[in-house]
């Protein structure tokens, strides 16, 4: 039997969203992965662009309260944080600053 699935809206520019994802907190790392990924292709098909930092912010914090840290592997933030500035960078995103020591945020 499929658990009940719940929606919840997504925040983005030119109204909310629904985000459809089952009930409770466990996600697998495939379902984490398509959390993220769900919500990246929203954002950027909306704003064309993205701030990094934007990944320790609601709706991305919503998937877990550490952002990235708490889903994925560092090889594999880094790897995101990687694609997020090359689509930056394609767009000609003026703050698509290069990496400093505080452009990912630990807790």
Request: charged share 5%; net charge negative.
């Given at each position: 039997m499929r658990p009940r699935e719940t929606s919840r809206n997504l925040s983005v520019?030119?109204?909310a969203k629904t985000l459809t994802s089952p009930?409770?907190?466990a996600r697998t790392p495939a379902r984490a992965a398509a959390g993220v990924a769900g919500l990246l292709v929203s954002c950027l098909?909306?704003?064309g662009v993205m701030e990094i930092g934007a990944l320790y912010e609601p709706?991305?914090?919503d998937?877990?309260?550490e952002g990235p840290e708490?889903?994925?592997a560092e090889?594999?933030?880094d790897q995101l944080v990687h694609i997020i500035r090359g689509i930056n960078t394609n767009a000609n995103y003026p703050a698509?600053?290069?990496p400093s020591d505080d452009s990912r945020r630990s807790s």
């Open positions: 520019p030119g109204g009930p409770g907190p098909t909306h704003q709706p991305f914090t998937l877990h309260a708490g889903l994925f090889p594999d933030i698509n600053a290069p």
